[in-house]
């Protein structure tokens, strides 16, 4: 199943080359936008189609980029049964995915390099999440949130 991608203006670089090494690695994914780096456009529009095409199931896990990964965060967080996780270390990137299960990495396209940004997005995708007694924390996330 695809990754979904989206990006604002000032993630469209950083997008453009995770993109590049998701087509050098033969993996799927789908570009939710934008299509380029200017004019200016708003995060929540691009991050929106993304959380909404992993909470649907259309796509298996979603990256999305903004400045600083924020305010691409906070939208996808208000979509049903999404866990997006801002990150900016390889450490990061591996706990999002072993305690907290996130389907949704955040990065920002002003602070991250792009290697940087490969290597979280390589352990984002390989790290399985560990369950046990972290199932029950992230079921009352959503038991809590009513999302
Ligand atoms: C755009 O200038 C910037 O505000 C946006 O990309 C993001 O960083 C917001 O959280």
């Known amino acids: 199943?695809?990754?979904?991608?989206?990006?604002?203006?000032?993630?469209?670089?950083l997008k453009q080359a995770l993109r590049r090494w998701l087509d050098a690695q033969s993996i799927e994914y789908t570009?939710?936008?934008?299509f380029e780096e200017s004019p200016s456009v708003d995060y929540a529009d691009f991050s929106f189609r993304v959380a909404s095409a992993v909470s649907s199931g259309v796509c298996s896990r979603g990256v999305v980029?903004?400045?600083?990964?924020?305010?691409?965060?906070?939208?996808?967080?208000?979509?049903?049964?999404?866990?997006?996780?801002?990150?900016?270390?390889?450490?990061m990137a591996e706990m999002a995915r072993r305690h907290n299960?996130?389907?949704?990495?955040?990065?920002?396209?002003?602070?991250?390099?792009?290697?940087?940004?490969v290597s979280m997005l390589r352990i984002f995708l390989?790290?399985?999440?560990?369950?046990?007694?972290?199932?029950?924390?992230?079921?009352?996330?959503h038991h809590l949130t009513g999302r």
């Not at 199943?1 to 670089?13: E, P, R, V």
């Not at 570009?31 to 934008?34: M, V």
Request: aromatic residues 8%.
């Open 1 to 13: 199943m695809a990754i979904a991608l989206g990006s604002d203006h000032a993630g469209y670089a």
């Open 31 to 34: 570009d939710f936008g934008c």
């Open 65 to 91: 980029i903004c400045g600083t990964g924020i305010g691409a965060m906070i939208t996808a967080n208000k979509v049903g049964n999404i866990r997006a996780a801002l990150c900016c270390s390889d450490y």
């Open 101 to 117: 299960d996130a389907n949704i990495i955040a990065f920002g396209g002003r602070t991250t390099t792009p290697e940087l940004a």
């Open 126 to 141: 390989d790290t399985p999440f560990e369950g046990g007694r972290h199932f029950g924390r992230v079921e009352k996330i």
